[in-house]
């Protein structure tokens, strides 16, 4: 493989609740090179979740480290290019990675377009025409253009799903973290979800999905993940981890879903 | 058998209809104005108790930069004084008696703070129906506060997580997302406060507001007659607050109806 890119460097992440005693991520090492496609696998409650909402520090680790663009996230400071100690911002961390819900979460108060544009016009400054535009061109990408007047509560699972997509990419982040994106949805409605997933895969774009799709994860991963009790505890390309899983946990995991 | 009501009473009161129309008025503005003052203070007490001001941050941090699990210091850590001046805010006043607040506004505060002795509209007394308000509002705002923390956190926590992982700061959260959503959760109990207020606000006549309380006394001084212009006054206090409550509720169930679409 061509040399590439490291985009997040991840060391021995940890996050524990109630002061110790539940182990969400119990030392998680891996990294992540720009145009990755990364799925990540696990029995329910294994720490996939918190796993990714650590890395736009959604939950603050309690241990261990995330370099992304080469700064250390989890430290509140940090020294820049010209040797000076500055104050880590973390929106403008949080706006370089898209993150997808399992449950949408769009804002029901505003329209598709109002969903769309929130963001860039108030966190990037970008004037309402600029913003209204670029949101349209995205919207019509899904097939969703037509919609954009329209208020959530209007759209079905999938069509919520493909706004929430196209309202992280509108911030046009570095990396999309997908949590089980498809899980929510009607199973007629998981297909349209997964060829917009698929299609921007394909022109590049850094992914880390927590998915229950295997299909999705072998076609479209270059990388899995599995984990297990907030462990990693196997890792490798969709071949090696679904057809030649070394790990008794994974044989079993596998086992029961596929 | 002797009644206790003499309804040869009732005209005897009319001359001092007046009294009884300005006593409404005044009940009236008092509890708008309170309930503009209690909002403002209770939305910025509400913001105090989720904020996450926590200055003393540093001492909880372990030598790596992360946040300390357990120990004195954690705990030191995670102080936020905001959220300690809100609660304590609101815990005292409305674990006292509303009477001693308005008493000790208005003999306290504003016996130090001299207030200029104007009329307003020819029968309000400014320097009476100004710390009327000002207690009423402090009091209300604590109860508020409550509702109004109640209703922000009522919006479900994926839209916080939503706006934020979009780069939005906890202010633009705030003001783009969680209050708009909340408004229509809080915009009720609001209205419901304000009847609450316009039956407390008659401990106000004890300080000389002029508002329906203050008409009763004025009637009975003059005539010694009490029972009657009471029952006029219950009336009142009837007729304002018997709709409005309807009036809320009735909004109440079709707002909800609008959320199940
Ligand atoms: N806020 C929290 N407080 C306490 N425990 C939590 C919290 N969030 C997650 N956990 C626990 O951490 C573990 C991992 O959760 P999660 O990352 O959501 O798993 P997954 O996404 O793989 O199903 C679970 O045991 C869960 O109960
Ligand atoms: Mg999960």
């Known amino acids: 493989m061509a040399t590439r890119d490291s985009l997040i460097k991840v060391t021995d992440l940890k996050k524990h609740y109630n002061m110790g005693t539940i182990k969400a991520l119990d030392g998680i090492t891996t990294e992540i090179f720009k145009g990755d496609v990364m799925a990540v696998i696990g029995p329910s409650g294994s720490g996939k979740s918190t796993f990714l909402r650590s890395l736009n520090l959604l939950e603050e680790p309690t241990d261990g480290s995330i370099v992304f663009d080469g700064i250390d996230i989890t430290k509140k400071k940090y020294v820049d290019a010209n040797g000076k100690t500055v104050n880590l911002n973390i929106d403008l961390l949080r706006q370089k990675m898209g993150m997808v819900f399992q449950h949408f979460n769009l804002f029901p108060h505003m329209t598709i377009l109002g969903n769309m544009t929130l963001a860039p016009m108030k966190v990037k400054g970008m004037s309402k025409d600029e913003a209204e535009e670029k949101a349209l061109a995205l919207l019509d990408r899904v097939g969703l253009k037509d919609r954009a007047g329209a208020y959530p509560i209007q759209l079905s699972g999938g069509q919520k799903q493909r706004v929430a997509i196209v309202r992280a990419l509108a911030m046009e982040p570095e990396v999309m973290l997908f949590d089980e994106p498809t899980s929510a949805l009607d199973p007629e409605m998981v297909g349209e979800v997964l060829d917009v997933m698929k299609e921007l895969a394909q022109e590049g774009m850094t992914m880390v999905c927590v998915t229950h799709e295997m299909g999705f994860a072998r076609e479209v991963g270059n990388r899995v993940l599995f984990m297990a009790d907030g462990l990693l505890m196997e890792e490798g390309t969709p071949e090696q981890v679904f057809d030649h899983p070394q790990n008794p946990r994974l044989q079993d995991f596998l086992a029961k879903v596929l | ?181 909340a408004v229509k959760n809080i915009l009720p109990a609001i ?17 000389g507001v002029q508002d329906i309380m203050s008409a009763v006394n004025a009637v009975k001084g003059a005539t010694f007659i009490i029972i009657e212009p009471l029952l006029v006054a219950t009336a009142i206090y009837f007729c304002l607050c018997f709709p409005t409550s309807k009036l809320i509720a009735y909004f109440e169930r079709r707002m909800s109806r609008g959320d199940k679409r």
């Open chain 2, 1 to 181: 058998m002797d009644s206790f009501i003499k309804l040869s009473n009732f005209p005897k009161l009319l001359p001092y209809a007046q009294l009884f129309w300005q006593g409404i008025l005044v009940t009236v503005l008092l509890s708008v104005f309170t309930v503009v003052i209690g909002f403002c203070i209770a939305l910025l007490l509400a913001l105090m108790r989720l904020s996450n001001f926590c200055p003393l941050r540093f001492l909880g941090l372990d030598k790596n930069g992360h946040r300390k699990q357990r120990g004195f210091l954690a705990a030191v850590g995670r102080f936020n004084p905001l959220n300690f001046l809100a609660t304590a805010y609101v815990e005292i006043l409305r674990s006292t008696p509303v009477i001693v607040q308005v008493f000790i506004i208005y003999y306290g505060v504003f016996s130090l703070i001299k207030l200029p002795s104007v009329i307003l509209f020819g029968f309000i007394r400014f320097d009476r129906f100004f710390p009327g308000v000002v207690a009423l509002g402090l009091n209300s705002g604590a109860y508020l506060c409550e509702i109004i923390r109640a209703g922000i956190q009522s919006i479900d926590g994926g839209q916080t997580e939503a706006a934020r992982s979009l780069g939005l700061s906890q202010a633009q959260n705030m003001r783009y997302v969680i209050l708009p959503q």
């Open chain 2, 191 to 207: 209205a419901n406060e304000f009847v609450i207020i316009i039956k407390e606000s008659a401990i106000t006549y004890t300080i």
